[in-house]
């Protein structure tokens, strides 16, 4: 599930994506944003189905790796098959959560709870739920079109270098694993940067997904 659409960018930065290598390029800085953001709220958001396996420690909690968690399918200790709800076994919370009711988590062999359950959110376009919070969609617009505009105008110091016989210092200072030729301009690929959290998203992107980063509560 793509968090947003060049189209998107491209509104964002209020100009035309005037040609293949621009849209080619705004193409490959889009997901290498979402696996930033991915990266700090921890988890992967995409809508799925997931089983993991747990060895209990005699705890009331466990935590559960996909978030939002939306239902459980199962979950087996040692061999039997518990029954949600908080006169049951177990409660869970979207946050990952899942207290025991009544006991502890038994820790009878190791790798003995196995827990299936769906989690993730869907697409904004669909009619499921959950959807993608709006606050994934205008962070991935706004870092993609900082990185979209940085790069554009390395390319033209590039292109302005090469014109001149010179080495641009902006130029050779940005250092990336991929470069291609697309047109007239030899660009680089924003996939040898450092591409994380820490250096795509700034203070006011991590504002405004702090709220959905995983936590443990207990």
């Not at 621009?22 to 997931?50: C, R, W």
């Not at 076994?89 to 190791?110: D, E, L």
């Amino acid at each position: 599930m793509a968090f947003c659409t060049a189209s998107d960018v491209e509104n964002y930065v209020q100009f035309a994506l005037s040609s293949s290598l621009e849209t080619h390029l705004t193409n490959n800085i889009i997901p290498l944003v979402e696996a930033a953001i991915k990266e700090y709220v921890g988890y992967d958001v995409d809508q799925s189905t997931q089983t993991e396996t747990f060895t209990g420690d005699q705890t009331n909690d466990i935590f559960l790796t996909h978030l939002p968690v939306n239902s459980i399918t199962s979950i087996v200790e040692d061999g039997t098959t518990l029954t949600e709800g908080n006169e049951a076994h177990f409660i869970k919370y979207s946050n990952g959560r899942i207290t025991r009711i009544g006991t502890r988590w038994s820790y009878a062999k190791p790798l003995n709870i196995v827990v299936t359950y769906n989690a993730g959110y869907y697409a904004r376009s669909g009619s499921d739920t959950p959807k993608l919070p709006i606050q994934f969609k205008a962070v991935t617009e706004r870092a993609s079109a900082r990185i979209l505009e940085s790069t554009l105008i390395i390319a033209s110091q590039q292109e302005a270098a090469e014109i001149a016989g010179q080495t641009s210092s902006a130029a050779s200072n940005f250092t990336m694993a991929d470069s291609q030729r697309v047109g007239d301009y030899s660009i680089s690929y924003p996939g040898g940067l450092a591409l994380n959290a820490a250096t795509v998203l700034t203070a006011a992107d991590l504002t405004l997904l702090s709220p959905f980063r995983r936590q443990f509560f207990v």
